[in-house]
């Protein structure tokens, strides 16, 4: 993803001094403490609100004391322009290309596949994700307050503000539901008749409407003069005393003892009417109080959230704001508790922006401002939305997952249609980006835009989820023939390398990475590029594997395992560097760049191990150290990747650099991942890493702390997942395993590793055995 620096500034307070001086002390912060982003003052910009979501419609919360925003929305508010289209004929000039790329001319081959291949950007713009808009609620009364205090409880999804005005105690929660498909808040004051409010519902002026009617305001509008999504929004306001009125597009509450508020939205996305969908879910809240409401919703989102606890050890800087202890890491804060906070809240976001029968998450999960997000708050599927999901599975949300797998598949139609016309190869592709409407064809700039490795890559995903779940039903029906037609797409687009005689991609890139040729000009495209290899080999052994769990295709696995065998490796090179575009050592442009693509085999894949492959161990350190000498991880998804690389390599103590690192310089004060600016998936990339460093399973093993750092010496966690569909219970302390308690849920044998040892356990459906740090059984559970 491009790279536009952008300086993010902190609110410092004279107490981030005391930081300094914290020591660890032997308890672990209360579990409330562990789930509870909280801060002095409302959010002053966007990166301070509070997210709150439930896959589809949600918010951000700024906590106003006289004037509260909801910044509104809902996931399938897309735009739509002009149709992106596949160059017409290009497959005619794949050979030419191909053959200047062998020969050395690679600024030849560049801007003959630019103008051959390439989709320019679009007369209208690209597509873009919006905002829904924004509920401005102006209260009166209350310009005199203090005792300000605003949290997002991340045990029950829900933002609250609370304060003290003239004598009287008032408190506001918000939350979305996903039971009931709407957001909910209340606002209460102690005293009655202290709640005195006008509502306004609007939108950043595209041509929207806005009509109130009794104790409704409906906001309705039509995306790209027609074109993109049509979609309405109501606002319906419910009052315990007090009176509600009308006053132009707004209502007005005057003296209630509280207020509620419920906020449903609907779209023709999905083909539905959107008024309909809004009578839908209006009626199904029609016979419900709040209290009901929100009982629904917590027990909704605790199935998901309650899966996974951890604690961790607290010092004395658990007990400031989030915001604060944030601001303190600038200055080498130790909170090893802050860990188990940010953990936490990436499980939260994902569970708030990805649930089943939902679109995935996209760039800021559902949460943008305005109407042109950066990178128009997309799908960029050469990293960033697989990030985004490689928390799902082992910290037990693989329902979560389940999204952006669907998503995959919705590539196929348009996928098919641009492996044939720019490659004339079988199967189905997409490149470096993609939207709501799934196009997949190259578009813009050669070292951005020709990378046909999309799908590959995505689809891949969908063998993590049945390595987990062994969901053989899935598998059949749905995740094998997605998979076989990325594959057969990489089987069509090898070819044999005239001088080497082995298989490679091409024309291909290293995601948005450049070069140096003779001459001193940069380019970008080769023929076989490590990450291109390295996908290739990890989705034909994943198509291989599912062929012969099903028990099928017989002939398409044994052509892969044909072509497995010619493929070329990935090369070390003479500095002791994996390289990055080809067998040519050739000269980076930015040897700080914030990919590191050619290091995709060892994560997420995990064809480098110190078992099989220890010299590409060594070697992936080693471009590690470069890349970060040279400046690179300096967004905060980069930070994120380099985390699990380092888990893999078991080092927990640079993990924790790195997760410190990120805090540090690439957190905005609501704990979002700053690339700069806001991203999801530096978020997702940590809370991952932090995964791995208690859990690893990739090596047919599972390994019991097999990176845990320094700084967090003791500490427990309950409900991860291991591959072959096992929870894993931990607890450990001085750096040591106490005990672990291992659940079978499909009945496969355990193999358990913690550092040198090694034992492997039979083990029936549901059974559980507890192991302490010997690997000693301890008996059924």
Not at 501 to 526: D, H, R, W, Y
Not at 674 to 697: K, R
Request: neutral net charge.
């Amino acid at each position: 993803m491009p790279y536009f620096p952008i300086k993010i500034k902190f609110k410092r307070r004279f107490i981030v001094l005391l930081f300094l001086f914290l020591i660890t002390t032997s308890v672990y912060a209360s579990y409330k403490d562990s789930l509870t982003l909280w801060y002095r003052q409302p959010a002053q910009i966007w990166d301070e609100a509070l997210p709150i979501g439930n896959g589809r419609l949600g918010a951000m919360v700024f906590g106003g004391v006289i004037t509260e925003r909801l910044q509104l929305n809902e996931e399938s508010i897309w735009s739509k322009g002009d149709e992106y289209k596949d160059k017409p004929g290009g497959y005619k000039y794949v050979k030419k290309i191909r053959s200047l790329l062998f020969q050395g001319k690679y600024l030849e081959a560049e801007t003959m596949a630019k103008e051959k291949l390439m989709t320019e950007r679009l007369p209208s713009g690209t597509n873009t994700y919006q905002t829904l808009g924004d509920l401005h609620i102006k209260f009166e009364g209350v310009d005199n307050y203090k005792n300000y205090y605003r949290d997002l409880d991340l045990n029950r999804a829900m933002a609250t503000t609370r304060f003290t005005s003239e004598n009287v105690q008032h408190q506001r929660t918000v939350f979305s539901t996903a039971k009931d498909q709407a957001i909910v808040m209340r606002a209460t004051a102690n005293r009655p008749g202290n709640i005195t409010a006008t509502l306004a519902l609007s939108r950043p002026g595209e041509g929207e409407t806005v009509t109130a009617n009794g104790n409704k305001i409906i906001l309705k509008h039509h995306l790209s003069d027609g074109n993109g999504v049509q979609f309405e929004a109501r606002v319906v306001v419910m009052t315990d005393g007090g009176t509600i009125t009308v006053e132009g597009q707004q209502l007005r509450v005057n003296r209630a003892n509280s207020i509620e508020i419920r906020i449903v939205a609907g779209t023709d996305y999905s083909q539905g009417n959107p008024a309909t969908i809004c009578d839908t879910y209006e009626q199904s809240l029609s016979g419900k109080n709040y209290q009901s409401i929100l009982k629904d919703h917590i027990t909704d989102y605790q199935r998901l959230f309650n899966r996974v606890s951890i604690e961790l050890p607290a010092t004395e800087a658990a007990k400031f704001a989030t915001d604060e202890r944030i601001a303190a890491q600038a200055n080498g804060a130790y909170d090893p508790s802050l860990a188990a906070l940010y953990f936490q809240f990436g499980r939260y976001l994902l569970i708030s922006s990805s649930r089943k029968g939902n679109l995935p998450a996209n760039l800021q999960g559902i949460w943008a401002d305005g109407l042109a997000p950066p990178w128009n708050s997309d799908y960029h599927i050469n990293i960033n939305i697989q990030m985004m999901y490689w928390p799902a599975e082992i910290t037990n949300l693989s329902e979560c997952h389940v999204p952006f797998l669907e998503f995959i598949g919705k590539l196929r139609e348009n996928g098919r249609k641009t492996a044939k016309e720019l490659y004339g190869a079988k199967g189905f592709t997409a490149h470096h980006t993609t939207d709501a409407w799934h196009f997949t064809t190259s578009l813009g700039l050669p070292k951005y835009g020709l990378w046909p490795m999309g799908a590959a890559w995505s689809a891949t995903h969908i063998w993590e989820h049945y390595l987990f779940t062994e969901d053989k039903t899935f598998l059949a029906n749905y995740g094998y023939p997605v998979m076989r037609e990325a594959a057969e797409f990489l089987s069509s687009f090898l070819v044999k390398h005239p001088g080497t005689g082995k298989l490679v991609t091409g024309p291909s890139m290293s995601p948005e990475n450049v070069f140096v040729v003779p001459g001193g000009a940069q380019a970008s495209i080769v023929m076989g590029p490590a990450m291109d290899l390295q996908i290739t080999k990890h989705l034909f052994e994943n198509v291989i594997s599912a062929s012969e769990v099903l028990n099928a295709d017989e002939a398409f696995r044994n052509k892969l395992k044909a072509q497995l065998a010619k493929l070329t490796p990935s090369m070390i090179g003479k500095d002791g560097l994996i390289l990055e575009w080809s067998s040519e050592e050739l000269k980076q442009a930015l040897p700080g760049h914030r990919h590191i693509s050619h290091l995709y085999g060892l994560y997420p894949a995990g064809e480098f191990n110190w078992n099989d492959t220890p010299e590409y161990m060594t070697a992936s350190e080693k471009v590690i150290k470069d890349r970060l000498s040279k400046g690179g991880g300096h967004t905060g998804w980069s930070r994120g990747w380099i985390m699990n690389f380092y888990a893999r390599l078991l080092d927990g103590d640079k993990v924790w650099d790195n997760l410190a690192d990120l805090w540090a310089k690439k957190t905005y004060p609501n704990l979002f991942d700053a690339h700069p600016p806001f991203q999801m998936d530096g978020n997702m990339g940590a809370t991952a890493a932090l995964a791995e460093v208690l859990l690893q399973s990739h090596a047919n093993e599972i390994n019991l702390l097999p990176a845990l750092p320094g700084a967090l010496p003791s500490g427990k966690i309950s409900g991860l997942v291991a591959r072959g569909g096992f929870i894993v219970d931990m607890e450990w302390d001085n750096n040591q395993l106490l005990k672990a308690t291992i659940t079978s849920q499909l009945g496969n044998n355990a193999r358990i590793r913690y550092g040198s040892k090694v034992v492997t356990f039979k083990m029936e459906k549901g059974e559980s055995i507890t192991l302490d740090k010997t690997l000693k059984h301890q008996g059924n559970e």
